[in-house]
């Protein structure tokens, strides 16, 4: 099976199966395409039985390819990814992204869990 963002956005219906699934985002970042903002990428996910198996993005501005399989750990151009190990949030970096839905139930819950994000005392 395959399911496409971009043919989901357009309003074609998708039903995620225990079927083998391709999961495809060929502009996976369509906003910042569109504005020329340097952070688009192409997205692939493969899934069974609702699972999560891999994943491949290619940044492409950037020219780098992360890679991640279930239980054998995350990849960028063949270079082992870790986690930086900062345990104190205050000392950490957050970022966040506000999606693109303007229902003005959608930007209630948004706005409430940004209000809650920057009440941490993050350093940035």
């Given amino acids: 099976s395959f399911i496409g963002e971009e043919s989901v956005a357009a309003g074609e219906g998708s039903v995620l199966t225990d079927n083998p699934t391709w999961i495809i985002d060929p502009v996976d970042g369509t906003t910042n395409f569109v504005h020329r903002f340097p952070f688009v990428a192409v997205s692939i996910g493969f899934v069974v039985n609702k699972k999560v198996e891999f994943g491949i993005v290619y940044s492409c501005i950037e020219d780098k390819m992360y890679t991640a399989r279930k239980g054998k750990g995350a990849f960028c151009n063949g270079q082992k990814l870790k986690v930086s190990g900062q345990e104190d949030i205050t000392k950490s970096l957050l970022v966040t992204e506000l999606g693109?839905?303007?229902?003005?139930?959608?930007?209630?819950?948004?706005?409430?869990?940004?209000?809650?994000?920057?009440?941490?005392?993050?350093?940035?």
């Fill in 100 to 124: 693109s839905n303007r229902d003005p139930e959608t930007i209630k819950i948004i706005l409430s869990n940004m209000e809650r994000l920057l009440s941490i005392p993050v350093h940035g």
